[in-house]
């Protein structure tokens, strides 16, 4: 198993950024592909942003797409996710997710195995 901690969400106010950062623990971090995924009350977790083992490949929901920037440093055990160009629609709470699927990447939340505890962003208008 991988072990996931998410940190950096927070307020900010529109047009703002936030960097959210995933420590992975546990099994080789490199085995694994990440995303991440959001959920607001009532609704269903929506996909935001996946990133395959090496980091070579990314894939990003139209939402968020030219404003957010998935990476990885694998020496490092952790992922992030830039967020710019903040608005009140992305306020939720963000999880940090791995799998271990055959596929270089995972662009579904149900593809994912293991989940970290979620860390809060808000955007204030």
């Known amino acids: 198993q991988v072990q996931l901690v998410e940190s950096g969400g927070g307020l900010v106010q529109a047009g703002g950024s936030l960097r959210l950062s995933c420590a992975a623990s546990?099994?080789?971090?490199?085995?694994?592909?990440m995303g991440w995924i959001r959920q607001t009350p009532g609704k269903e977790r929506e996909f935001v942003a996946a990133?395959?083992?090496?980091?070579?490949?990314?894939y990003y929901a139209d939402s968020v797409k030219g404003r957010f920037t998935i990476s990885r440093d694998n020496a490092k055990n952790t992922v992030y996710l830039q967020m710019n160009s903040l608005k009140p629609e992305d306020t939720a709470v963000y999880y940090c997710?791995?799998?271990?699927?055959?596929?270089?990447?995972?662009?579904?939340?149900?593809?994912?195995?293991?989940w970290g505890q979620g860390t809060q962003v808000t955007v204030s208008s």
């Open positions: 997710a791995a799998t271990s699927a055959a596929a270089a990447i995972a662009i579904s939340a149900f593809r994912y195995d293991y």
């Open positions: 546990g099994r080789t971090f490199s085995n694994y592909a």
């Open positions: 990133i395959s083992r090496g980091g070579g490949m990314t």
